[in-house]
């Protein structure tokens, strides 16, 4: 049972363009999010967070968004460059609780 | 926030045999996590390893399989034991400390089992 599932296994855009990437979760216990970034034989690193007080949080080009009644959140990279190019996790946990529950990856590549 | 050295960062297995993946940190933490990754899969929490005491696994993971330790507080290591094709994945260490809920990984550690 997979309780956070990126359903986009990959996602091409032009550079410049806007790269949205898409998340779901299940459960209701969930109340921070977190997306990594992953490039290859690298380990993930932390790029933004929201926790379920808020519906929107930005730290320059990325914002995320959180939309609480469709248990959903997205990430939004504006303008996309070519160095976004990299798998894209999305995860979620119970605030204070460091154990994270992660989806599958977004593969996203952008193209110059 | 914290620097985590992973060795082996890649090896070749045969059936049947065990392999230890070590885990260095720059610092001091109370808690660490092993993670694995099989190909096209999410991130899957195997245990926390707190020195001083058991580490505790997550369903559908055993100490016999995985055993773990932890010596000290800036060091761990996850055993793989009598593997098969199925334990190939990439074994991520991670801590806490940068953040709320926000983990640092090391690189991870690819193992192929042929």
């Known amino acids: 049972d997979q309780q956070v599932k990126q359903n986009s296994p990959s996602l091409s855009v032009q550079e410049g363009r806007i790269s949205i990437l898409n998340c779901d979760y299940t459960?209701?216990?969930?109340?921070?999010f977190l997306w990594y970034k992953k490039y290859p034989a690298e380990g993930p690193t932390f790029l933004i967070s929201?926790?379920?007080?808020?519906d929107k949080n930005e730290d320059g080009r990325f914002t995320v968004f959180l939309n609480k009644s469709a248990k959903h959140l997205s990430l939004h990279i504006v303008p996309s460059q070519p160095g976004d190019s990299a798998v894209y996790f999305c995860?979620?946990?119970?605030?204070?609780?460091?154990?994270?529950?992660f989806g599958k990856g977004t593969k996203l590549t952008v193209n110059p | 926030s914290a620097v985590i050295s992973q060795k082996p960062s890649r090896d070749i297995c045969q059936r049947g045999t065990s392999l230890t993946i070590q885990c260095q940190v720059d610092?001091?933490?109370?808690?660490m996590f092993w993670y694995r990754q099989q190909p096209g899969q999410s991130l899957t929490l195997i245990a926390t390893?707190?020195?001083?005491?058991?580490?505790?696994?997550e369903s559908g993971f055993v100490i016999d399989k995985f055993p773990i330790s932890r010596p000290n507080l800036t060091f761990s290591t996850l055993t793989v034991s009598n593997m098969s094709p199925e334990d190939s994945s990439i074994y991520l260490c991670?801590?806490?400390?940068?953040?709320?809920?926000?983990?640092?990984f090391g690189a991870g550690s690819r193992l192929t089992v042929l």
């Open positions: 459960n209701s216990m969930f109340d921070y």
């Open positions: 390893a707190n020195q001083g005491s058991e580490a505790t696994y």
């Open positions: 991670s801590v806490g400390g940068a953040g709320a809920n926000v983990l640092t």
């Open positions: 610092s001091q933490v109370t808690m």
């Open positions: 995860a979620a946990s119970v605030l204070g609780s460091e154990k994270l529950v």
């Open positions: 929201i926790s379920s007080i808020k």
